[in-house]
Each structure stands twice: as structure tokens, then as C-alpha cells.
């Protein structure tokens, strides 16, 4: 038996590189494997679902979910650790990672998918990594069926006429929160990456690839562009700060993107999913937003609520989420 993990995954899935990012950060043996049509056989003996990341333990058992994925190996490898000890920003992290898996990824979707220029240079690379060894006639045939399948998924995400331009207002307004945030440390919580880090990096890098989206951060944000270099390889530069040296910045990503957009999305689409609605309708920061609802996010909403609920005095951090519009959402 060898003591090395397997990660069956992709460089275009948000979620794959997160988990890479934390397995490097703390130094735990891995193998990434590049997830293809040559190596099928070997990942359907340990996937239950068809997504990636897969992780193959050392005791073989496949491990599939990026955040429960992390969660388990945390809990063997809990040095370095991710959660800073002040537990008002320890519990911020906890919601941003929740937000940069759900919300973050609507900006990744979107801009993937909405535009030629995204759609080609995402599908042309899809099909490269699936298809190594075909030639360029059928890798031009792959590359139109990739784009034609992702396309017709974008609705996913919420991704509609009506939603797009909320969805790029939300990116943009993001990396300027996070530029300025980012101006003088290194990872979101300090001078260490955070469990908010990996998710919030595994969107942004990833849209960061792509022309559209990734011209705008370019041009924009310098600190944001250098935290997503700095988060192929993250490493420990110095100690987690505690919430009151973050809140000045950090706190308006909480107003403004998590209380006024994320929280109300997650309350009506959960309450969609509760009466079985086909469709809903939900005004976010004064404007109109309508979707089909995304069934696994309610899981997730359910294990964060789960989280907040277990929460030992909850005074310090209910006086920030209260603030910051997040409240009703984690008491449900």
C-alpha cells in the first residue's frame, strides 16, 4: 500500500485545482491525474458521480465533493492549519467558502460560456485535455460538441438574459473588493491561506484562464492576479489576522455580495426546492433574478446552517452577519 493520494481532475475545473491547491499547501504526497477518455477505466472504479475532482485515498477509496473532500483530509492533516483561532473570522471563512463554491461559480460559468471568444477557447482546450492523441480534424469536431453541451447548460447557474449582467456586476465588484483587501497580505486571512481561499482561488483562477473575464482582472486588479499565482503554490508566510485588522476591508464583500446577493439567492432557492417549484423569482440588490434551482446547493446551505448551528456563543458573529444582511440565511 502506498501512502500517496490520487487526484483524478482537470486544470478547468474550480473545484479540481482548489482541492490540488490545499493538498500542496499542506505538503500531503499526491498524484495529480489528468482526468481523460485513457484513463476511464480507472475512474470509474472509484467514482460515484461523473465529476471531478476524484480523490483516491491511500486505502483506496474514492472521495468525491471538493469541501467534504478537504474536510476529511483535514481531519488527519490538521497542520498547517486553514481556520484561523479567532472564531468570528474562522466562521467568516466558513461562509466565504461556501459563497466563492455557489455564488463565485456563477461568474466562472457565465463568462465561459456566455461570449464566442470564451466558448471557443474553453471548449478547444476541454476537448484537448479529454482527447490527447486525436488530430485536429477530430479535435475540431470534440471542440463543437464541448461547446454545443456547455452552452446549453449555462442556465445551470443562473446564467440568463436577465441575470448576465447582475452576474458580471457581482465579478467585477468582487475583484475590486478584493484588490483593495489584498493590497497588503498575502491570502484572504492573512499571511496564510484560509478555507475560504481555496474555494474564492479555485473560481477566480479558473476564470482568470479564460479571455473575457480574465483581461478584466488583468487590467484591474494587480493584488487580486498576484493571489491567484501565489495560490498555485500556497504557502505559509506568516500567521492568520484576527478579525477586527481584517473587517475594514473585508467586510464589504460581506455586505455587499453576501448579505445583499448570496443569502437571499440561497433562502429562495432552497424554498424552491422545498415546494418543488420548476422556477423561481427572487429580487437581489433591487433587481430582478430568475433561475431554475440548483438541488445540490440546498445540501450545501444544509451542512453550513449545521455548521453555524454548532457554533459554542454565537454573540460575536451574529453581531457581523447581522450586520452584514447573512443572518437569516444561517438561522433558516
Known sequence: MTNIYRIFGIELSPYSVKVRSYFRYKGIPHKWIIRNFDNQAEYQKYARLPIVP??????????QDSTPIIERIESQYPQPPIHPSDPVAAFVSVLLEEFGD????KWMFH?????????????????????????EKQLSVATANVRERMVGRIWFVGSN??????????????????????????YLFGARPAFADFAMWGQLYN????????????????NVLAWIHRMLWPRA???????ASLEPTLMPL??????????????????????????????????????????????????????????????AIDAVLDRAGCIAGLRG
Open 54 to 63: 476524484l480523490v483516491v485515498t491511500p486505502d483506496d477509496e474514492g472521495l
Open 102 to 105: 455557489e455564488w463565485g461559480n
Open 111 to 135: 463568462y465561459r460560456w456566455a461570449r464566442d471568444v470564451d466558448q471557443i477557447s474553453s471548449a478547444g482546450r476541454i476537448a484537448r485535455i479529454m482527447m490527447p492523441a486525436v488530430d
Open 161 to 186: 438574459a436577465q441575470t448576465a449582467p447582475q452576474i458580471e456586476d457581482s465579478f467585477c465588484e468582487t475583484i475590486a473588493i478584493l484588490e483593495t483587501h489584498l493590497a497588503n497580505r498575502a
Open 207 to 222: 476564470a482568470w484562464t479564460d479571455p473575457t473575464p480574465g483581461a478584466l482582472i488583468d487590467a484591474r486588479a494587480p
Open 237 to 243: 508566510e506568516g500567521e492568520f489576522e484576527t478579525w
Open 254 to 315: 460581506l455586505e455587499r455580495q453576501v448579505g445583499r446577493l448570496f443569502i437571499p439567492w440561497t433562502i429562495a432557492n432552497a424554498a424552491a426546492i422545498a415546494a418543488g417549484r420548476e422556477e423561481f423569482s427572487v429580487e437581489l440588490a433591487g433587481r430582478a433574478w430568475t433561475q431554475k434551482p440548483q438541488k445540490y446547493h440546498a445540501k450545501s446551505l444544509g451542512a453550513l446552517r449545521e455548521k453555524y448551528a454548532a457554533l459554542p456563543d454565537k454573540r
